[in-house]
């Protein structure tokens, strides 16, 4: 690891050369089919902020995908991502085990959340949404802010980074789909019943699937609440060339990793982001097949 | 192969260049390698014979970077070619892509004294062939010069950031080039495809101008990695801003997100940068359908065309508002087209896309048919829509292909940088200096988009430039403490 280590530093700290990948450090199961990846990144992790995502590109073939930063440490040097295996990418990704080296990740990209105090905000979180929530959570605690999260998922076993996020809230929710842990139903639901018994938010954060960001959206509209939503669009290069992240704003085409990946959840389309985002059904069940029939490279 | 092999081509009449050999249009379509095969030695000999080597050479001053190309096609006359690929290379670091991409009939060709009479000299495929040689052979590496101890950081890997890298690396700088994407290149390998710029030559290039010393930092935005002031700070005397004109523009028109929509940036990102064409192999996916309509009348619209052909399309449609005369794209790109069963829609705007309400995806193109008018101030036509003449035509993918528009991300974080409302970073047109003491900018960043060879030319002119204001400027920078120190203190 040390050889590695100055191996990198030579690299990257001087600006001269190109990293020759980098390494995995950790890997952790958080529910099926999610996992967690610590990653040694020094430029990214100094540079991270709430709010932004990196490019990862796994191997000389691989694509590039676009990974919410779920934490990053200085004094380890390394960045956090949080995956759910669902294509071909994401499980190349999870079958990596520490001390193998991802090829390229580009970041921090995006524009970093815009943390100050805001006064009470909701942090309504579904799915893997929960790990980019987390920084921004963690960010706005810090600032000052009374941090009430709501955290949901289908079932209990898909919950992930409880223990992070009520580190982080002053008031933390949970609600399954199934009702097997915390209040049977969704997180919008949850976020109604609050602001029913009283809780005046001045902004609420959706961040998960596209429909529970619309529904969370619809909970808010007639309260008037600002309301954020980070976006998880499909996209290529990440800096503002393919305009694959497209989405329709307030009736303005807007480019998720550079305009983004917030945007006013009263403005976004998500019908558009739900159709998008389903742009490659033939082709990732074509490439999952190949995947299989070949041993599955990594 | 159209190559015969055992005739020996000879000077017939002056006036008649040899002609260059294209793989047929029937097997090309067929897949991704380049089309133009470029000169074999015989052809080369015989087209080097024509050039006049005219006292007063034209055809230099249509050279963005004055290669002196009568000296070069001497030596090739003479089967000199090592000393003929110097000789270019003393002007232009990248003989190989220029030979290929260049638009040599607006630039050398157009000013040769045979062009008034007959066809100008080959300038183009000879400069291709004695690059091809040097590639064949190994590129030597360069004598090494006296370093200065100066250090530059180069901030995009395109034409501009290699022009001026290897212009200065030549001179004994220390030079960086930060590149965003995982793989140098810029436009050439992002942008033009692989038949018309194999990959392994822009690859070879860059070989070379690493040799020169230049080191390249792959995965670093800059803006979000490292910022401009960072730079400085980090060590760099001279910045130098290569960034180019990346972002897609779109139509602006109704329909225009449905699925299977791409910008021509995409699109070609997906197929060149990503090499989609080898999917499964690869990853990165892309869907053309049977119908696939591009829009737009430049080069980026005809390797958008090409690319989707050779992907499978059945039918591909270039639409154009303007007319065959007013398409900025090469006569040469427009020609392999038309052979390869590119069809073209003139006169032909388009107004809205239709779609599959349930998949969200695109099923048709609605567009009205332009009338031409007079020319107005500038030249060009004026032109107004028919009223009534609406029409929709099938397609099921479409790329739009209009014009890209600088990344301004480095122009907003950058204090004191000057830029246009479009983002075009504002530079002393001769220098290429901008608002920033030790900033220099070129290519298309600081032009608007344009072509290779002229993002070369701005790149060598603001290398110059830097070289001079190194040697009579104190340099900016504070302190010179290597990073991993200030790591452990910050």
């Known amino acids: 690891m040390q050889e590695y280590e100055q191996e990198y530093e030579k690299c990257t700290f001087t600006i001269g050369g190109s990293p020759i990948g980098y390494k995995i450090l950790e890997k952790r199961q958080l529910a099926p089919q999610v996992k967690l990846i610590k990653i040694y990144a020094p430029d990214i992790a100094d540079k991270a902020k709430a709010g932004q995502f990196v490019i990862v590109r796994v191997d000389e073939n691989g694509e590039r995908i676009p990974l919410t930063l779920a934490d990053w440490e200085n004094n380890t040097h390394a960045i956090t991502v949080v995956l759910q295996e669902v294509g071909v990418t994401t499980r190349k990704l999870g079958a990596l085990e520490p001390g193998d080296m991802v090829r390229n990740i580009a970041g921090p990209l995006g524009n970093p959340s815009e943390i100050k105090n805001y006064g009470l905000v909701g942090i309504v979180c579904g799915g893997v949404g929960t790990a980019a929530s987390y920084p921004i959570a963690k960010a706005l605690k810090e600032a000052g802010n009374k941090v009430v999260s709501i955290l949901g998922a289908r079932n209990k076993e898909l919950l992930i980074l409880k223990d992070e996020m009520e580190k982080v809230s002053d008031e933390l929710y949970i609600s399954t789909n199934d009702g097997s842990e915390g209040t049977k139903g969704f997180v919008s639901d949850v976020l109604k019943s609050l602001i029913q018994q009283g809780y005046k938010f001045n902004l609420v954060y959706a961040i998960g699937p596209p429909l529970m960001m619309k529904s969370t959206a619809e909970v808010t509209r007639p309260e008037g609440i600002k309301t954020l939503v980070s976006l998880n669009p499909l996209m290529v290069d990440g800096m503002g060339m393919c305009g694959a992240c497209r989405i329709t704003i307030n009736g303005q085409t807007k480019f998720a990793c550079v305009d983004g990946p917030e945007f006013n959840a009263h403005h976004a389309c998500f019908d558009e982001l739900i159709k998008r985002l389903k742009m490659y059904p033939a082709e990732e069940r074509y490439a999952a097949g190949f995947q299989e029939n070949q041993g599955g490279k990594s | ?490």
């Open chain 2, 1 to 490: 192969m159209a190559h015969v092999e055992n005739v020996k081509p000879v000077l017939q009449n002056r006036l008649h260049a040899v002609p260059s050999v294209k793989v047929a249009a029937k097997e090309r379509i067929h897949s991704f390698q380049e089309v133009a095969l470029g000169f074999t030695e015989d052809e080369a000999l015989v087209e080097a014979s024509r050039c006049l080597n005219c006292k007063e050479p034209q055809c230099v001053k249509g050279c963005p970077v004055s290669v002196n190309i009568p000296a070069f096609i001497k030596l090739v006359k003479e089967k000199r070619y090592d000393e003929a690929i110097h000789e270019i290379k003393e002007k232009n670091s990248l003989p190989a892509i220029c030979g290929r991409v260049c638009p040599q009939e607006e630039q050398c060709q157009k000013l040769c004294m045979l062009g008034k009479k007959g066809e100008p000299v080959s300038i183009g495929n000879l400069e291709r062939f004695v690059a091809d040689h040097e590639l064949e052979k190994g590129i030597k590496t360069p004598k090494s010069v006296c370093p200065t101890g100066k250090r530059i950081a180069i901030i995009g890997s395109g034409p501009a950031g290699l022009t001026a890298a290897a212009e200065l690396a030549k001179l004994g700088h220390k030079v960086v080039i930060l590149e965003a994407l995982h793989t140098a290149g810029g436009v050439l390998v992002y942008g033009i495809p692989e038949f018309r710029l194999p990959k392994k030559i822009v690859q070879a290039e860059i070989e070379y101008i690493k040799k020169l010393g230049v080191e390249i930092r792959t995965d670093a935005l800059v803006g979000r990695l490292f910022t401009v002031d960072e730079l400085f700070k980090r060590g760099f005397h001279a910045v130098f801003i290569g960034t180019g004109a990346g972002l897609p523009k779109f139509l602006g028109i109704p329909g225009e997100n449905l699925g299977n929509i791409y910008s021509a940036n995409e699109f070609l990102i997906r197929v060149n940068l990503m090499k989609s064409y080898k999917f499964p192999s690869v990853d990165t996916p892309v869907h053309v359908g049977k119908n696939v309509a591009v829009i737009g009348g430049g080069n980026v619209a005809m390797d958008s065309a090409r690319s989707a052909l050779r992907l499978g399309a059945e039918r591909v449609t270039i639409v154009y508002r303007r007319s065959r005369e007013d398409m900025p794209a090469r006569r040469e790109e427009v020609l392999n087209a038309e052979e390869e069963g590119i069809q073209f829609k003139f006169l032909a705007a388009p107004t809205r896309f239709l779609g599959d309400d349930e998949q969200g995806t695109v099923k048709g193109l609605e567009y009205i048919t332009m009338k031409l008018g007079e020319p107005d101030e500038t030249g060009k036509r004026t032109m107004t829509p028919i009223k009534g003449s609406e029409t929709v035509i099938p397609v099921d993918t479409v790329v739009v292909a209009i014009g890209r528009t600088p990344n301004i991300i480095i122009q907003t974080i950058t204090k004191g940088l000057e830029s246009t409302n479009s983002g075009i970073i504002t530079t002393e047109k001769q220098t290429g200096k901008t608002s920033l003491e030790g900033v220099y900018a070129g290519g298309d960043i600081a032009t608007g988009e344009a072509t290779v060879i002229s993002a070369m030319g701005t790149g060598k002119r603001a290398a110059q430039n830097i070289n001079d204001y190194l040697k009579t400027k104190t340099s900016r920078l504070v302190q010179e403490t290597p990073l991993s120190q200030n790591k452990t203190t910050s």
